[in-house]
């Protein structure tokens, strides 16, 4: 039974699709990159994997209700890596834009797990959301508000989800990234990290693995930040 990893074209995204096609055939959901994509499967299917590629705009709402129409997969687990980030503030923010970020890192996620519910309670699958450090202890952000909004809303529901399913044996979880490798706001000076430099990718996927984990099958509703000390 597969599983359906969204904004797997690149960065995290790929890194998770190549670790977990050693164990489940896999779903590549891309928006823009489709070069991206087409290569990733190619390598998937080079070292024994499966995987197919599905189109989705997750931006809007008109969009993500396109995906679901054309998504006729049976689902073991969805991991909810597509994210739109932006720098601005709430009143620096376009409406237009506001409400791509909403769609685009909260609702779509939503839209997506309430669709698959059936076949996630079928197979008491898994759900895991990627979320942000320091949505543990909420801060006033105002260099990316929208993007930690749809962050935290996205961790509420994560935890809402965890409780509600858990009577199904679904379990939702979420792992929350610092500064990754690559990433568009690094800071300059290392020493402003807690351990003077960014997550790797791999170390993300290793909580991602631990979570989805059958033999941890009776942890559900938390949060694994991967983030060396960032936002403590």
Not at 21 to 33: A, E, G, M, N, V
Not at 100 to 121: E, M, R
Request: proline share 4%; aromatic share 12%; hydrophobic share 40%.
């Amino acid at each position: 039974m597969s599983f359906l990893i969204t904004g797997s074209a690149k960065k995290l995204g790929r890194e998770i699709a190549l670790n977990l096609s050693k164990d489940y055939p896999l779903i590549l959901h891309y928006f823009r990159s489709q070069k991206e994509v087409f290569f990733l499967k190619e390598e998937i299917e080079k070292m024994g994997g499966k995987a197919e590629i599905i189109y989705g705009d997750f931006s809007s709402i008109e969009g993500t209700y396109d995906f679901l129409a054309r998504y006729h997969t049976k689902t073991k687990g969805i991991i909810y890596s597509a994210s739109l980030y932006h720098f601005g503030s709430f009143l620096t923010t376009p409406q237009e834009k506001a409400l791509s970020l909403w769609n685009g890192n909260f609702f779509a996620c939503y839209l997506l797990i309430k669709a698959l519910i059936p076949s996630l309670i079928a197979q008491k699958g898994s759900i895991l959301t990627l979320g942000v450090a320091g949505l543990s202890s909420p801060f006033a952000d105002l260099r990316t508000s929208w993007y930690t909004l749809c962050k935290s809303n996205l961790w509420m529901m994560t935890k809402a989800l965890a409780k509600e399913l858990a009577p199904h044996q679904v379990r939702c979880n979420m792992v929350s990234p610092g500064y990754l490798q690559e990433s568009v706001d690094m800071p300059s000076d290392f020493d402003q990290i807690p351990m003077k430099r960014p997550a790797s990718y791999q170390e993300v996927v290793e909580a991602i693995r631990f979570l989805l984990d059958e033999k941890n099958r009776y942890i559900t509703g938390q949060n694994i930040e991967v983030a060396g000390g960032v936002r403590l």
